[in-house]
Nanobody, 125 residues
Framework: QVKLVESGGGLVQAGGSLRLSCAAS????????MGWFRQAPGKEREFVAAITRSGDTTYHAEYEKGRFTISRDNAKNMVYLQMNTLKPEDTAVYYC??????????????????WGQGTQVTVSS
């Protein structure tokens, strides 16, 4: 069982930046694919970004390419999401996710069996 705890959310003005962090409890952290999803009020959860076990490859949703960066530190059991040039439409609860295998696709909710409790990101216009 992997426990994931997000931090770093908050209120920011449009154009600003936030860095989300996710701490994982699992000692074999480096064996898990990690990612971020988000959910805005009244909308379904959507993929944000994912990173491979070694961190050498990342996957990003089209809407945030060039603005968001996912990274991980396997020595610290941490994954990060640096978000720049934030827009009001980025307002959502952001979830850290983990899986030991990808079968349907990097952006598919069912592939990720471990989810954090979420952290709220609010971008004001």
């Amino acid at each position: 069982q992997v426990k994931l705890v997000e931090s770093g959310g908050g209120l920011v003005q449009a154009g600003g930046s936030l860095r989300l962090s996710c701490a994982a409890s699992e000692r074999s952290f480096s064996t898990y694919v990690m990612g971020w999803f988000r959910q805005a009020p009244g909308k379904e959860r959507e993929f944000v970004a994912a990173i491979t076990r070694s961190g050498d490859t990342t996957y990003h949703a089209e809407y945030e390419k060039g603005r968001f960066t996912i990274s991980r530190d396997n020595a610290k059991n941490m994954v990060y999401l640096q978000m720049n040039t934030l827009k009001p439409e980025d307002t959502a609860v952001y979830y850290c996710v983990a899986t030991d295998r990808i079968t349907m696709g990097w952006d598919k909710v069912p592939d990720y069996e471990y989810w954090g409790q979420g952290t709220q990101v609010t971008v004001s216009s």
